[in-house]
Structure formats: C-alpha cells, structure tokens
C-alpha cells in the first residue's frame, strides 16, 4: 500500500506489483504517472443490484416529470450548474419538478438556482438514510453534470450514474474524467464539460421525448448488471489479490459486455408440486430480461399433479415453459440431462424445487461469468420467513469450499457441451449404489460436484457470486430422514477418490469433514473409554456444549434434540469409517 501522500514521489508507485483503478480515465493517469501499463488492471465500482428495484420510467399520471440530482454540493458535482440548467427548462414546462439530494458548502448557491422554480424544486439533506434510495425511486431522469474541479480533482467513474442506471432512470451527465466508463450512448447523454446551453439542450430533448425512457432504462440496467454487479467486482479483486500473492498469472482483463446472453433455467423435481409452484413463481419475479430467459422443469416420474399445475402455469409465465416428464422414476441428474438437452441457453442456471431464487439472481449469476470465468456458484441459504428448529433440515452454501451444490449453479453451456462423458454422464451413480444400495443410492450424491470437477480439469474458471442468492425450503423435523442422510455419508470416501482435489479445497486436514468432526470423534471415544476411566467423560463435553447451544427459539427444544443428533453422528461416523474402507480412501 502507498499513502496517498506519497504522490509527490512516483517512485513507490512505480515498483507496484498491481495497481487497481476503477476506469479507463485513472489507468491513463497511472501509465502517465509513470506506472507500467502491464500492472495497471481496471475494476470498476460495483452496485448492489438487490438494493435497487428498476423501473420502466414514464411521465406521472398527471404529466409530471422529476429530474434528479443526487451528489455533494460542491463545484466538482456541478450542482449549481443542474439547478441553473433546470431552471431555464423550466420555464415554458410547469410540469417539471427539480429533486436534489445532497449537502455542502454550495447549498445556498444551489437554492438560488433553484428559486425561480419556486415549489416546483425539493432539496432534501442527502445525510438522511434512505434519501438517495427515494430519489432514484421517485425521479424520472437524473441529471449529474460534474466537472473538473478548481485542484484538478476529476469524476474517476460515478457510482450514482451506475444506481441510476440500475434503477431504469435515462442520465443526462458530463463527457470528462471516468464518466464515459460508466454510461453507454443507449443508456445517458453526454454533454460537454461546462456547456450549459448543451446541458440545458439535453434535459430539454429529453424530457420532451419520454417515448425514449424505456429502452434507455433498459439499456442502463443490461449495461450496470454485467459490468458492475457488486459480487462480480468483488471477486475479481480477490482474484487478482490472490494471483498477486501466489505468484500465478491473474485474471484476463475485464472486457465491457453489452449484451445479456441467453438463460436456460433446469429445474428438477419430484411430487413437488406446490413447492416447485413457489420455484416457477420466483423465477417470473426475476429482474433479468424475460425475452433471455427460457425455463425447463423435468418431473422425474412424480405420482401427484406436478406435471398438471405446471402447464396450467406455463400460459402466464412471460418466458417459454417446458414441461418434461420422466415415465418412470430416474434421478435428479437424470431430470438434468434431460432438461440440458431441451434448451438453448448460452448459459444454464440449475436450481432445485425446493428454492425459491431472490429476484435478481440471475443477473448476479450472469454477472459473475465475467471474462475467464466459465462456472458461478451462488449463494444459499436458508428461507429466514420459516423457523428454523434443531433438527429441520435445509442448506447453506455460504463460499465456494470444493463442493457444487446444483441448487444454485450456472455455467457456459459450451463447457457443458465439451466435456468427454457429458454433463452428469459419469458412472458415479453405479458407484453410489455400490457403496450404499438402492434404497439409498436413489438420493443422489455428489454427482454436481464430480461435473464441476470434470469441467475444471479442462480449464474452466469458477467464481463464487455472492449476490447470486438463493433461499431455500426448511423443513420440518424428520429424524428417519435425518439418518438416511447421514447413511450417505459413506459416499464421501467415493467422492474424494473420484475428486482427489477435495482433500484440499473441501476437507479439514485433509482427512476430515469439517472440524466438527473432531468434537464428534473425541465424544465417541470418551462414551467408550468412561467405564473404563470415569475422566475420559470430559471428552464429551465439548460435543454436549456445541449441540446444546441455545438457539432463537430457546434451549430446551435443542436438549430434547440431542438424543437424535447423537444418533446421527454415530451414524455418519460409522457410515465414514464403512465407505472409507470400500472406497479405499480414509475419510472422517
């Protein structure tokens, strides 16, 4: 790290490694300050796209219109400038209304602008929580005229063009500094630095034009999804921090994409049906175009009315539909290859029936298969509007840790398309019934993780997205289930030996599932060595202090679940120490 002060010494710059800047207009200010063009890469600002609902913009009901000026008061932000542009737009149109938010040392200078607008202007404290949220929500153009300031102190890119943008709302702004970087010609118009009769040309043509609000709106939002997604940014900061401190080549760099690829949506299922209504209902929330997107749900075999409810939906979904069924009784992997082989998409999200994706997960995940970057896992978590007992079961996938759960997944269809036994074309299936039977085997296991494996071994990039989220079902207490899930465990020996490359990426010490193995191993050698040492109880504490925790709804229902947890642990232990021996690959 260089202290900002040290600017007057080029050296310390000029021996970095890496020197991330967020636009075009800083990484030329870098080469020029003498800085090798090879270590300068260009990360813009991201937005968190789930913090900004868009909007189609079109005038009030009764023709009014809100132009929006949202910065400090000061010369850099050119809000005097707004105010006086606004002004004299104004005058022949007294269906405009003026909106700033903001604060500084220019916020009488602004109110004079202002003032011939009279009640027609609003200037609101832009310290206030949520103001700035309001703004975008109630403006219908914002207008973000800055300039060069008196120091030379230039725009570097414009965060509140980009919520703009995301929010649908057409920007009329400045051609200088980092600004071009964060518009496209489709989504703003640009005027030059300090010319007030272009500034007032633009709002005027504008606003007099609101046939034009909607494609603009649209293209800002396709324009700030796939390149400046919050998560997606992120990432490729840790990526390039990680390829510095390794030692390895990092991330190609960043190229600008203007369109949103195609989406094929897989959706498996089984006697699913109101569950997987509430999956379709979460996916027609979704922010990402409807004429991108394309959904295939396979109803492997199910006895109940899936398949019916879900062509009685299909005519009100505003993307194409596809109902596959399965005659008889397969797998989830199974209902996936057949859904791959119905769509198109040049990308394909997979999630379950029993999630219920946010609204603008699919914009994270297409955001995060930025450049280089071939599979996206999101995030997963349990739905936080149902209670959550000691021994429900659901899913969390906080981090990228080695396992690829399809519950939240995207990839290139052309890695897909170019792996030697095909997507879920492995003979792992085989293997699984081998080491559990069929009673068990039919559950599935590890069969997404193989696939990612498989198609990293071939070169392709993974990212972790962490805006791409996903809530999934909690359900109720089931103990029997709850065993039968642990049963399966005997299939992780299997898989390591399949995907040596979890001994490192997934598992503790290399040996262990988690650290809490280590509680679970050491209470089961106390309860064994007790009667022979009254001393060797202690070992069971920590497993009794970690599974009595107290959880939101109180203690007591945690201590009625010990018995069943302590069934389960020496279940998945004993099922470990089974497969280990049949996979010949010691897993604890």
Request: proline letters at 7%; glycine letters at 8%; aromatic letters at 6%.
């Amino acid at each position: 790290l260089v202290r900002a002060a040290s600017l007057a010494d080029p050296a310390p710059w000029r021996a970095a490694d890496l020197v991330l800047v967020p636009s075009t207009f800083l990484a030329e200010a870098a080469v020029a300050f003498g800085i090798e063009h090879a270590r300068v890469r260009i990360i813009p600002s991201g937005v968190d796209l789930a913090r900004i609902p868009f909007a189609v913009r079109e005038p009030d009901a009764d023709g009014t219109v809100t132009v929006v000026f949202v910065g400090r008061f000061v010369p850099k932000k050119g809000a005097v400038d707004a105010a006086r542009a606004l002004a004299v737009v104004g005058r022949d149109r007294p269906f405009l209304r003026a909106l700033f938010v903001g604060y500084g040392e220019q916020a009488a200078d602004v109110a004079d602008a202002l003032a011939p607008l009279l009640d027609r202007a609003t200037v609101v404290d832009g310290t206030a929580p949520g103001a700035v949220a309001a703004a975008l929500s109630r403006g219908h153009l914002l207008i973000s005229p800055s300039r060069t300031a008196i120091d030379g102190d230039a725009e570097t890119l414009s965060v509140v063009n980009l919520e703009a943008q995301a929010a649908g709302l057409p920007v009329v702004t400045t051609r200088h500094g980092g600004i071009p970087d964060s518009v496209t010609e489709d989504s703003a118009v640009l005027v030059g630095e300090g010319d007030h009769d272009g500034l007032v040309d633009a709002v005027a043509a504008l606003i007099d034009e609101p046939a034009r609000w909607p494609a603009m709106g649209m293209a800002g939002r396709r324009h700030v999804s796939l390149n400046f997604e919050l998560s997606a940014r992120t990432a490729e900061v840790e990526a390039n921090y990680t390829a510095l401190v390794n030692g390895t080549p990092g991330p190609p760099p960043r190229e600008l994409r203007t369109e949103w690829p195609t989406v094929s949506v897989v959706v498996p299922t089984y006697n699913r049906r109101d569950l997987v209504g509430q999956t379709i209902g979460a996916l027609v929330a979704q922010t990402y175009p409807a004429d991108r997107v394309e959904v295939a749900v396979v109803d492997d075999a199910s006895t109940d009315d899936t398949v019916e409810a879900l062509t009685a939906r299909g005519a009100s979904t505003p993307w194409p539909l596809r109902v596959l069924r399965h005659d008889e009784n397969r797998s989830a992997a199974d209902a996936r290859n057949t859904g791959l082989a119905a769509t198109s998409g040049e990308v394909v999200a997979f999630t379950d029936s029993d999630c219920r994706p946010d609204p603008t997960w699919l914009e994270a995940l297409v955001a995060g298969l930025g450049s280089g970057v071939d599979i996206v896992q999101g995030r997963t978590t349990p739905d936080p509007t149902q209670p959550l007992e000691p021994l429900s079961r659901s899913q969390w996938v906080p981090a990228e840790y080695g396992l690829y759960e399809t519950c939240n997944l995207a990839y290139r269809r052309e890695v897909l398309d170019g792996l030697a036994e095909g997507p879920f074309g492995s003979d792992l299936a085989r293997d699984v019934l081998a080491v559990v039977g069929d009673r068990l085997g039919g559950l599935g296991f590890g069969e997404d993780t193989e696939l990612a494996w498989r198609a990293k071994r071939t070169g392709a990039v993974s990212r972790f997205a962490a805006g791409a989220i996903v809530r999934h079902e909690v359900f109720a207490p089931d103990p029997t289930y709850l065993m039968r899930r642990a049963m399966l465990a005997a299939c992780f020996p299997l898989l390591v030996r399949r995907v040596p490359e979890l001994r490192d990426a997934f598992l503790w010490r290399h040996w262990f599932v988690g650290r809490r193995r280590l509680v679970v191993l050491s209470a089961i050698a106390g309860a064994l060595l007790t009667p022979l040492d009254r001393r060797a109880a202690a070992l069971v504490v920590p497993w009794i202090v970690t599974n009595a925790r107290p959880t939101r709804r109180g203690w007591r229902g945690r201590l009625r679940a010990l018995p069943v947890l302590a069934g389960r642990d020496l279940v998945e232990t004993g099922a470990l120490v089974v497969g280990s021996v049949k996979a010949r690959q010691v897993v604890l």
